[in-house]
């Protein structure tokens, strides 16, 4: 008999233009391949930051996949901060209504720290020279998948 995989909520966190959505609608193309039960498995993304207020919001992640009895794998996508002022205004973003201020990431960047390590499975990934899908499969390694 097959064992079915478990229940699993990767929550992805990041600065904007990260690549964030990218890599999660990867993970979630991947994951639901894997699994004949797409219920069993959620991806979000977040750019928060390490504040008292975000903190809060990321305790939300923790007690939803504690109420589903699911891992939470928490991963922290992070690039140079030149690469990530050249994926911000990349095609798309603005009809995404996502932020393309270089000026603003830059404020964001200087003003926040963000909020990594609170799950009991992290991964920390720099992606400045990794393409959606070589982020993708780290990912998925430190899953074990």
Partial sequence: ?????????????????????????????FDHAVRADPADSFVFTDALADDADDSATFSWYLDLAAGRGADLVAVLLDCAPEENARRLVSPGRS??????????LQQLR????LLRGLAEHTVE?????FSPEQTTARILAHIGV
């Fill in 1 to 29: 008999m097959t064992q079915k995989p478990a229940s699993r909520i990767v929550h992805i966190n990041g600065w904007p233009g990260t690549g964030k959505l990218t890599v999660g609608r990867l993970l979630a193309v």
């Fill in 110 to 113: 200087a003003n926040y720290k």
């Fill in 125 to 129: 990934i720099d992606k400045t020279d």
């Fill in 95 to 104: 009809e995404a209504l996502k932020l393309t201020d270089t000026a603003r």
